[in-house]
């Protein structure tokens, strides 16, 4: 399958409400079902101006397909400035084909080599043995586990807390 990975566009937003809302995915996101576009047109514009936000893309008749999407949160406070948080979502139609680790891996080039970046860190549900796989193949270790902070199913869910550090 022949994926590109780009800038985030406004006119992403459609679909990446599609994919925040779809089953496969929404189990390990902190939404509900009935997500608004206009709920995720919100949390698109309250990125940072100068947080990386990027799209993964595939070709259709209609026209481009958003099947992926992360971005970088940079930390704004002065002294944690050396720090982001990143955020990564996949099309469940499109898992385990390379999409998440494609955008992840840009992410993260962008943290080491244009933003000298020493910490990004993530967190992810506890039972999320496909993401968890991959963070760790790209150097994220568990820091730590947060009890109960996650509902899924009916039930309460751990998130473990990752970080990656690229230190000097």
Do not use: C
Request: charged share 25%.
């Amino acid at each position: 399958m022949k994926f590109r990975i780009r800038p985030f566009k406004e006119s992403d937003i459609a679909d990446i409400n599609e994919i925040r809302s779809m089953r496969g995915v929404i189990e390990t996101i902190p939404t509900l079902f009935s997500e608004s576009v206009a709920f995720t047109e919100k949390v698109m514009k309250s990125i940072g101006p100068n947080d990386p936000v990027l799209s993964a893309v595939i070709d259709t008749p209609e026209g481009e397909k958003v099947i992926g999407n992360g971005v970088l949160r940079l930390t704004e406070k002065a002294r944690l400035r050396h720090t982001a948080s990143v955020a990564l979502i996949v099309h469940a139609g499109y898992h385990n084909m390379g999409v998440g680790r494609a955008i992840l891996s840009q992410l993260l080039e962008i943290a080491d080599k244009w933003l000298m970046l020493v910490r990004v860190d993530l967190e992810v549900v506890a039972d999320n043995a496909g993401a968890i796989h991959l963070y760790e193949s790209l150097g994220f270790q568990t820091e730590g586990r947060l009890k109960y902070a996650f509902m899924k199913d009916g039930k309460y869910a751990d998130l473990l807390v990752m970080g990656r550090y690229n230190l000097p």
